[in-house]
């Protein structure tokens, strides 16, 4: 498999997951995606994140996200596992977790990283648009816990940037300012922001968030 790049149509696939028979596009429909792997089931850290991703289901509904899981391992582990999840980190998963004992989708998007483990996945992230695309890839090692709250922070900038010629600066949080983006002429701002501009710089203009 080709490296998945940003831009590119995020590969689809039908897959046997906790929730029924899934297939990737069509059950994105029109909403945004979060695709992130496991690299087993009945593992420490995993288990903590599977926990927090169910404990933040308000948070991606409201970015009309949802969300994805892929373990290399077998539905009925899942299933035993979620108990597991469900009482220690008190919660109940409510998304999706695929079971991929046939490495189907760790291979399609390139999960396993030989080098590093030849059985587990590496801790990948992928977030894909309404369009397909995949805007965002992300790789952890198995040994560090993803910051789920940075996974819900770029899908605001990536909401956001898609509907205004803006960027998002270092650490920005939503309804912090923004930066407007070069391709803007100058003469172009106080229609496009009419809340005003700081201009730092020619390429450095700074503007209140324009949809808050
Ligand atoms: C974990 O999820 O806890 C884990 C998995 C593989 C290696 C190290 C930790």
């Known amino acids: 498999m080709a490296t998945i790049r940003l831009g590119d149509i995020a590969p689809d696939f039908t897959v046997e997951t906790t929730e029924g028979i899934i297939n990737f596009h069509e059950w994105l429909g029109n909403s945004w995606g979060v695709l992130f792997s496991h690299p087993a089931d009945f593992t420490p850290v995993c288990t903590t994140e599977l926990g927090l991703t169910a404990k933040l289901k308000d948070e991606f509904t409201k970015r009309n996200t949802k969300v994805l899981a892929v373990s290399v391992d077998p539905l009925s582990s899942h299933k035993e ?19 991929d004992a ?28 309404p369009d397909k695309k995949v805007k965002l890839t992300i790789t952890y090692p198995a040994s560090t816990g993803r910051n789920f709250l940075e996974i ?43 809340k005003g501009y700081k201009r730092i710089k ?10 808050k």
Do not use: C
């Open 81 to 99: 596992w979620i108990k597991d999840i469900n009482e220690t980190q008190n919660t109940v998963v409510n998304f999706p977790i695929i079971s």
């Open 102 to 129: 046939d490495k189907k989708v760790a291979t399609l998007y390139d999960m396993i990283h030989p080098n590093s483990s030849e059985t587990f996945t590496v801790r990948s992230v992928f977030i894909i648009g």
């Open 152 to 194: 819900l922070r770029v899908i605001d900038s990536l909401q956001l940037t898609a509907n205004y010629s803006v960027a998002t600066p270092a650490n920005w949080k939503d309804g912090e300012e923004v930066v407007i983006v070069p391709a803007v002429k100058d003469e172009d701002i106080p229609a496009k922001f009419p």
């Open 202 to 211: 020619p390429y450095l203009r700074i503007t209140p968030q324009p949809n």
